[in-house]
Every structure is written in structure tokens, then in C-alpha cells.
């Protein structure tokens, strides 16, 4: 079991920037990847970034590819995504996923039903 805690959410103004955070703790040693999903009203959630837990690869969605970087420290079972030039349609509840999984490729990071465990959400508004 794996529980999952998310901060850092607010309130930032376009071209400003934020940085999220989630704690893991439980089985953390099974972990093999994390990921960062988010859900905006009236839309389904959707990746935003993950990264492999051991070797470190990264995965991005489209629309934040070169704007947000994700990261890790193994060694305090932390994940961070850096939000940068944020924009309005950024804005959404952000959700820390873990999954124990592992398959080649980076495809996979991108889907819900990788992940086993998911956060409680951080909201995360921008305005214009």
C-alpha cells in the first residue's frame, strides 16, 4: 500500500510558474514509476509528465512539453513537477499517481490504469 499526499497548488498568474510536490510512503520500495495527471472541469484526466522511479526517464504530455519538468529524490520518496510560463488553460486539480508496474518503452506512463495509487488532488489555477 502506497499513500500519496500532493501540495503546492495555488494561485498563479499567466507567464508565472509553481512547483508541485508529493510525498510517498507505505511500499514505496516496489515503486517503478510516478507520474503527474490532471483533470480540469468537464474533462477527462490526463497526463501531464511521469518519470521511470529507477533509471529516471521522463515522459511529457504534448501540451507541456519544454514548459514543465518533472523529477525525483529517491532517497526522500518525493516527486516535484517545476511549472513554468504557466498559462491559463493549465489550470485543473493536479493528482500524484504510483504505479509498481514496469513494461519497455514510455507509452504506458501516459495511461491511468498504469498507476495503482493515486493522490488527492492539488488545485492549480491561473489567471490571465
Known amino acids: 500500500q502506497v499513500q500519496l499526499v500532493e501540495s503546492g497548488g495555488g494561485l498563479v498568474q499567466a507567464g508565472g510558474s509553481l512547483r508541485l510536490s508529493c510525498a510517498a510512503s507505505g511500499r514505496t520500495f516496489s515503486t517503478t514509476a510516478m507520474g503527474w495527471f490532471r483533470q480540469a472541469p468537464g474533462k477527462e484526466r490526463d497526463v501531464v509528465a511521469a518519470i521511470r522511479w529507477s533509471g529516471g526517464t521522463t515522459y511529457y504530455g504534448d501540451s507541456v512539453k519544454g514548459r514543465f519538468t518533472i523529477s525525483r529524490d529517491n532517497a526522500k520518496n518525493m516527486v516535484y513537477l517545476q511549472m513554468n510560463s504557466l498559462k491559463p488553460e493549465d489550470t485543473a486539480v493536479y493528482y500524484c499517481?504510483?504505479?509498481?508496474?514496469?513494461?519497455?518503452?514510455?507509452?504506458?506512463?501516459?495511461?491511468?490504469?498504469?498507476?495503482?495509487?493515486w493522490g488527492q488532488g492539488t488545485q492549480v489555477t491561473v489567471s490571465s
Open positions: 499517481a504510483d504505479s509498481s508496474r514496469y513494461y519497455s518503452g514510455t507509452y504506458y506512463l501516459s495511461r491511468t490504469s498504469y498507476y495503482d495509487y
